[in-house]
């Protein structure tokens, strides 16, 4: 595949669900755990752990954790931008940054996901090109079956490997 633009993609799902139920399960410990991540902890720049249900904030620090890994498998990273409304920026494994925008169109409600590549090695960009977007297509329905049906799709048993759902 030449020219192949490996840098960023794109994930786009409808979830009828108000903009801010969408946002909260994004910004808070909560609503992270209850459609992505086995743990959610954010930690302010003065070192206070935020509440369960208190919305992150620029430079929070986060340690997630997921269902179907033990806790060796950790990301540590760092809260890059909020509006608290419908706009969060993350960064991710890799060095990639993640880009959340929830918006109404065509009188639907949009959760967007663009993540962002910036490494010059390609073939470590198509790593997480590929890798990434598996995971994040399985997690945003996975979040659209959450907040519209209440079903969790998530594999929470770690004794079984390689499969699609965690």
Not at 1 to 29: C, G, L, P
Not at 107 to 129: A, V, W
């Amino acid at each position: 595949m030449e020219n192949y633009n490996w840098k960023q993609f794109t994930k786009r799902i409808t979830i009828h669900a108000a903009v801010k139920d969408i946002f909260n399960a994004w910004s808070t410990q909560a609503g992270l755990e209850s459609w992505f991540l086995r743990l959610a902890e954010f930690t302010s720049p003065a070192g206070d752990l935020r509440k369960r249900n208190e919305p992150v904030e620029k430079a929070d620090r986060y340690k997630w954790n997921w269902f179907g890994y033990d806790d060796t498998i950790v990301e540590e990273k760092e809260i890059l931008f909020t509006n608290d409304i419908d706009e969060l920026e993350f960064s991710f494994s890799g060095g990639c940054i993640v880009q959340i925008k929830i918006k109404e169109e065509e009188g639907e409600t949009i959760c967007e996901l663009q993540q962002t590549m910036p490494m010059d090695d390609e073939s470590e960009q198509r790593y997480f090109f590929i890798e990434c977007g598996k995971g994040w297509t399985f997690y945003m329905t996975n979040l659209k079956s959450i907040l519209e049906a209440g079903i969790d799709l998530r594999n929470k048993n770690e004794n079984i490997k390689n499969v699609i759902n965690s």
